[in-house]
């Protein structure tokens, strides 16, 4: 292996707790086109069994880490082209392991514009900057006196010009850049202002009027609130250091006048006049814009993490199953459009009533749904979240109470991305006779009968999980769920007979052109009998069958393996396995009994090790279990529709619908999600919300607070009823974070976000490139 991929393959083995042959040999599968979950499952002996959790980071780290080599290399090209490579600095280039490091150094020999030191150098004023710094005994005024010119009239000019140019020498020092910066991120502070006149228009972010906290401590959904309230022009943002300091010398110019060595003579007092000068103009905006970025992108980076994990718990959600659904998506004026589907998700009816103003059809409305019901033997009925939900649920019930039983379920889901994929060119495709407004009602019974099937074909940034999902950075953001999405239906495994294209498409190795001609190849010639008839699907090779075939269920097919997820290429091993029971494949399966006399090691041979001999016992002992959580509804407790019939105290159950870092957020069925705060999720201390609570849960719950104007729930899941939750987005566990420092002189008035040179400066670094 050549030096830089050891390099990699080291630095990450050290980051996911591997070894660098480990993590080399996984390198070598995804160089060679294999994907993350097909690692993870069918080559643990190659990868000494590294998870999948482990999988997607060694790949991220990965393309951050050949980047990095690419920017060095290119970096050191350019130096070296100059003529300004040296032993010493190859060597510093050579150790840096982050592209903000590498561009520090980079900073000096960098191409850029004129700037004001290189037109003083131009006018000959490098040698009175360099005599300075070199001997500060003499006065630097009387030096200046010897580089006056036609361009430079007197010793003020020569001296802002020798300024200039060790204020540049100052910017571009890697090493003292560090210092600084490492300085500000243990003492700085984050402080938010409403802008002057914007407090009515402004009122969502009152918790950020005056605010001020630790900039190291402040956690990520409180950051996105403010920079969000300063891109909306409500609130002043800034990073405030040493501001409480009441010596002539702040702490951070002493900091730079210890790193020139800063003494008494009078080319040191010169000296400290040009460090607190470019302190001001300069390293204090550039240090605080380097802090904004780095506190975006490291709460950027938490709300992906959230909004990922959110969307697994979602779509790893229990299915109701096989059972006929009807789907209802709730309107008032424009009616519920209605939708039932058969026990496979077929549409077998749609139509649309108008029991709300101004038709108030209600008798109508029932009898219609009763006859729905009867006629296609309906088992459950899934209703959306949306505007018009509890309406449209206490009809449904007033109608159901006149059934005889058996009566169907209902449940309330969300509807979240519904709208969207009733617009999409997938919905199109998939219903080009449907109405557009119905095809959102057929989304809502599928996704009760299989939330992974359904919302595989809506946008995963469209399903809304996630909190301040449109402020983070949208390509990570897409790549982090694409991989939750490909990671669960991988998981789950897919019936390669009944899949839709969308869902085809998420199976490791295939994508959209693959997934839609296995199901123009199934429409055309029926269903697949087996696996291997996958090879006859038009461009679809041996190395695409091999990434896929693992992940693809045949249930009741010519080869009963095909219902597992034994992969083919070890069909050898499982088959020995069966044969030492004397049994049929067939019979063997489930029979859990039988199988655990086995000895595992027995069956391991040169290419099947351990790990893999045990999958394939577990999996012929539970042939194709699915890993999701049995089905369970919430029930909404009737007469409580709207926030204002919330009384504290009231006990109710709901579901989790999203999970942040300070809490969880529960529907109780009145169209605004309550907050269970972190503190409030258990009778202990719960430092990550998820260990308790997650997606798609049913919990009980009390309600603490009403806040009707804001539109703020507070409950509890404590046993003893808890107090009154935090009525501000800051966890409790964080009230020391947001002690303000007392600051010695009053603050400078706050300009609006989007004037002055720190908002005009703020505003081009929150850019993405």
């Known amino acids: 292996m050549a030096p830089t991929p050891l390099k990699i393959a080291n630095l990450i083995a050290a980051e996911i707790k591997a070894t660098s042959a480990q993590v080399s040999a996984a390198v070598a599968l995804i160089d060679e086109g294999a994907t993350v979950p097909f690692i993870a499952r069918y080559r643990k002996e190659v990868t000494g069994g590294l998870d999948d959790t482990q999988l997607r980071t060694l790949s991220e780290r990965l393309t951050y880490l050949r980047e990095l080599e690419a920017r060095r290399a290119s970096i050191l090209e350019s130096i070296a082209g100059q003529g300004k490579l040296t032993d010493e600095l190859s060597a510093k280039i050579a150790a840096v392991t982050t592209k903000a490091e590498l561009e520090d150094i980079y900073l000096p020999y960098k191409p850029k514009r004129r700037t004001k030191a290189e037109i003083a150098r131009e006018r000959g004023l490098g040698p009175l900057a360099e005599q300075i710094l070199a001997d500060r005994a003499p006065v630097p005024a009387e030096l200046a006196e010897t580089f006056l010119s036609a ?37 700085a502070f984050l402080r938010s202002r409403v802008v002057e006149g914007k407090k009515e228009a402004g009122a969502k972010f009152s918790d950020y009027f005056d605010h001020t906290e630790r900039w190291a401590t402040v956690p990520g959904h409180r950051a996105l609130a403010m920079l969000r309230g300063w891109n909306e022009e409500f609130l002043s943002v800034d990073i405030v250091v040493d501001q409480d300091s009441t010596e002539a010398v702040k702490p951070v110019e002493r900091i730079i006048a210890s790193f020139y060595a800063i003494g008494t003579k009078p080319g040191d ?78 549409v077998v009816e749609t139509t649309t009533v108008y029991p709300f103003p101004p038709k108030n059809d209600v008798r109508g409305t029932q009898a219609e749904l009763a006859s729905l019901i009867r006629k296609h033997k309906v088992e459950l009925i899934s209703i959306g979240n949306g505007t018009g939900s509890r309406e ?10 006149q059934l005889p039983a058996p009566k169907p379920t209902k449940v309330i889901v969300s509807e979240a991305g519904a709208s969207v994929y009733s617009a999409s060119e997938t919905a199109a495709a998939e219903f080009p006779n449907l109405d557009v407004s119905l095809r959102g009602a057929v989304s809502i019974a ?22 301040y999902q449109h402020d983070v950075d949208q390509g990570k953001l897409s790549r982090s769920l694409d991989a939750v999405v490909e990671d669960a239906v991988n998981a789950v495994g897919v019936d390669l007979n009944t899949a839709s294209a969308p869902l085809l ?78 049994r049929d494949v067939r019979t ?72 942040a870092a300070f809490g969880a957020f529960v529907d109780i069925g009145v169209h605004q999600d309550g907050l269970v705060h972190v503190s409030q999720l258990a009778d202990r201390f719960v430092k990550d919300p998820h260990e308790v609570v997650k997606a798609g849960d049913v919990v009980k719950v009390r309600v603490t607070e009403v806040d009707v104007p804001r539109k703020r729930i507070g409950l509890t899941m404590r046993k003893d009823g808890g107090a009154p939750a935090a009525r501000d987005n800051a966890p409790r566990g964080d009230r020391n974070a947001q002690m303000k420092p ?22 081009e670094a929150m850019k993405r490139k």
């Open 151 to 187: 361009e430079v009239p007197d010793v003020k000019a020569a001296l802002e010009g020798a300024r200039d140019i060790v204020a540049e020498q100052f910017t571009e020092n890697a090493d003292l850049l560090k210092r600084l910066r490492d300085y500000m991120k243990d003492n």
């Open 269 to 346: 007092r010169w000296l400290a006049e040009v460090i607190g000068w470019t302190w001001r103009v300069k390293l204090s905006m550039s240090l605080s814009l380097d802090l904004m970025r780095e506190m975006r992108e490291r709460s950027e980076e938490e709300a992906i993490r959230v909004f990922a994990r959110n969307l697994k718990d979602l779509l790893l959600a229990a299915p109701a199953g096989t059972r006929a659904t009807m789907g209802l998506d709730p309107g008032i004026r424009t009616g519920v459009k209605v939708a039932v589907v058969d026990n496979t998700g077929k």
């Open 392 to 401: 449209t649920e206490r009809l449904v019930a007033d109608m159901l109470a």
């Open 446 to 467: 599928r996704r009760l009968q299989d939330p992974l099937a359904e919302l595989v074909k809506i946008e995963p940034k469209s399903i809304g999980v996630g909190q």
């Open 505 to 582: 498409a998420r199976v490791s190795g295939l994508g959209k052109s693959s997934a839609e001609a296995i199901v123009a190849h199934r429409d055309a010639n029926g269903p697949f009998e087996s696996r291997k008839e996958l090879m006859k699907v038009p461009r679809l090779g041996a190395r695409t069958f091999e990434q896929c075939a693992g992940f693809l269920r045949i249930p009741n097919g010519k080869e009963p393996l095909d219902a597992s997820s034994v992969h083919p290429e070890a069909y050898g091993v499982a088959k020995k396995i069966v044969a030492a029971c004397g």
């Open 588 to 659: 063997l399966m489930g029979d859990s009994a039988a199988l655990k006399t086995l000895d595992p090691k027995v069956f391991v041979d040169e290419r099947f090790g351990l790990p893999t001999v045990k999958d394939i016992l577990a999996e012929l002992e539970k042939p194709g279990r699915d890993p999701r959580p049995e089905f369970r509804t919430a029930t909404f407790a009737d007469g409580v529709d709207d926030i204002k019939d919330l009384k504290v105290g009231m006990l109710l159950e709901g579901t989790v619908t999203n999970v």
């Open 742 to 763: 007392k600051f010695s002189q009053a603050a400078p008035k706050q300009q609006a976000p989007a004037q002055g040179a720190f908002g005009a400066a703020l505003a």
